[in-house]
């Protein structure tokens, strides 16, 4: 692997962060006490648009879809755009800045690899343009959906239309105001092999039968406006055009939406965590406590250190996968992703918890991202797999190399 990044990346990490610096940190106190106001719930930031279309011009658009998809992608590979969603994962909602935010990241990609030509222009267009935005309705209440194999919403054939019935929740996006479409995965054969019986379909938000249930907080974060939502299908009938790719291929597309996807989350993380050290290590270089400053202590040093340490070691082993992945596809890079999704969250943490420690009842309240990194990072632990499942598969995966 090479670890030096080209011109083209060096250029667009150094305008990212300028952006940052010019248009986004200065007013992430006021979007932050807007987001957080109970009165603004699924209300975006009046400014937000404003924002948007000023990364559009300066070329800062799209830039996590994989150069594979030709025209519809700006040309980054996923180890090139790796760093680029760490400067993003500095403000949890700077990513749809750029349109480079979860879950519209994955529906794109899973329209653009495997949508038909019409599905493309209906909804991949306006996704890439920032027009509309989108969920993603795969967990359900009922089940243990770590087994996608266990995903019980049925999506039937009738005449020229699939009707769906189903209860999904932690649906990413659902709550945005612009979600228009989601992208429903649900059984079409129940009969068939384990892993064909699943299929994706979409579904217009606005479908006869489809009701939110209600939002779903996290740790009391609520993360408005996209949000996570509980959502029932009732006899929703949508037209077979809308199906994805095919009846049984749910599982393959599943598995095709979640690589890139973890390589994104695992970034970010290390993002939030890399923002942490920085947090920590200034406020330890400005409190005094009993006669000294606090960086003067050797406990504060340690924890400083091993936060580095941990941090470099995660964002290593990500770019590590994310090359992987770029050279030989996402099934002969599973053990490494499955590898960078147990170690990025755990790690984000543990920075996180010593950032907190370190700035005492600050860090725990809203003046500081600390708090809201802390409950991304534990949500992440389950979010694209629980960690039992990755080790689960990651160990069979060892066992088998090394036995043989």
């Known amino acids: 692997m090479n670890f030096d990044y ?7 990490q150094e305008r990212l962060t300028s952006f940052f610096d010019t248009h986004i940190l200065p007013v992430e106190r ?38 594979a998809y030709g025209d519809l992608s700006p040309g980054l590979s996923n180890l090139e755009y790796a760093p680029l969603a760490e400067i993003m994962g500095r403000i949890l909602w700077s990513s749809e800045i750029f349109n480079c935010s979860a879950p519209d990241t994955g529906n794109m990609e899973v329209l653009a690899k495997y949508g038909s030509k019409d599905q493309q222009k209906q909804w991949l267009a306006p996704l890439l ?50 979600c228009k479409i989601a992208i429903v995965m649900g059984k079409t054969d129940p009969q068939a092999p384990r892993h064909q019986q699943q299929s994706m379909v979409l579904v217009p938000m606005n479908s006869p039968g489809l009701k939110i249930i209600r939002p779903l907080s996290v740790f009391g974060f609520y993360d408005s406006p996209e949000g996570h939502a ?11 055009e809308n ?6 291929r749910g599982f393959e597309i599943a598995q095709g939406r979640l690589g890139p996807g973890r390589i994104h989350h695992c970034m970010r993380l290390i993002g939030m965590a890399q923002r942490s050290l920085e947090l920590m290590s200034k406020r ?12 003067d202590y050797s406990s504060i040093r340690q924890e400083i250190a091993k936060s580095q340490c941990d941090i470099e070691q995660a964002r290593l082993l990500t770019l590590s996968a994310a090359d992987k992945m770029d050279k030989f596809g996402n099934k002969l890079s599973k053990d490494l992703i499955a590898m960078i999704k147990v170690v990025a969250p755990k790690m984000a943490l543990k920075v996180i918890d010593r950032a907190m420690q370190i700035h005492g009842g600050k860090g725990v309240g809203p003046d500081t991202p600390l708090a809201h990194f802390f409950v991304a990072a534990r949500m992440l632990r389950l979010a694209d797999g629980p960690d039992e499942v990755h080790m689960y598969q990651l160990g069979k995966s060892i066992i088998k190399k090394y036995a043989e």
């Not at 699924?42 to 658009?61: D, I, T, Y």
């Not at 019980?152 to 649906?171: A, C, L, M, Q």
């Open 6 to 12: 080209s011109e083209k990346i060096i250029d667009l």
């Open 30 to 67: 006021e979007v932050n006490e807007f987001l957080y106001h109970p009165d603004n719930l699924w209300k975006p930031w009046p400014g937000m648009e404003s924002l948007k279309q000023k990364a559009k011009e300066e070329g800062l658009w799209n830039l996590f879809l994989p150069k």
């Open 129 to 178: 343009n920032g027009d509309v935005r989108s969920a993603f309705l795969m967990t359900e209440p009922q089940v243990a959906s770590s087994d996608a194999t266990n995903i019980e919403t049925s999506i039937v054939s009738d005449g020229n239309d699939y009707v769906i019935n189903g209860r999904k929740w932690w649906s990413s996006g659902g709550m945005n105001p612009n």
């Open 230 to 240: 509980e959502i029932l299908l009732e006899n929703v009938r949508v037209p077979k």
């Open 243 to 248: 199906l994805i790719l095919g009846e049984g």
């Open 284 to 295: 330890a270089s400005e409190r005094i406590a009993f006669g000294k400053t606090f960086k």
